[in-house]
């Protein structure tokens, strides 16, 4: 069945940078729509960014337009969220998340969770 490890989280100062990993396997990679979901202490799960099978569009966060960048590299079967100039109110757990065969993100039917990276920005 499909799967997804995360990793890449950990303390980093506010206005700093992190880049989160999401390893995709027991599906054909170009076939899963990926996205990343974040929630903070005392708020509900949120999705931060999204993107589509190979071809396909990305989406993002009002919050983090311009900051975060999703990516995915076919060659690793790996889905990448570069943060850059990091806020503290962006300190959560991010959880990836998959759907297969979405010819769009799935913000609220994604089937698959992988069991989250914690993310602390912190001075």
């Known amino acids: 069945q499909l799967q997804l490890v995360e990793s890449g989280g950990g303390l980093v100062q506010p206005g700093g940078s992190l880049r989160l990993s999401c390893v995709v396997s027991g599906f054909t990679f170009d076939w899963v729509t990926v996205g990343w979901f974040r929630q903070a202490p005392g708020k509900e799960r949120e999705g931060v960014s999204c993107i589509g099978v190979s071809g396909g569009s990305t989406e993002y966060k009002d919050s983090v337009k311009g900051r975060f960048t999703i990516s995915r590299d076919k060659a690793n079967n790996t889905v990448y969220l570069e943060m850059n100039s990091l806020k503290p109110e962006d300190t959560a757990i991010y959880y990836c998340?998959?759907?297969?065969?979405?010819?769009?993100?799935?913000?609220?039917?994604?089937?698959?969770w992988g069991k989250g990276t914690l993310v602390i920005v912190s001075a």
């Open positions: 998340a998959a759907e297969a065969y979405s010819d769009l993100c799935p913000w609220d039917g994604m089937d698959y």
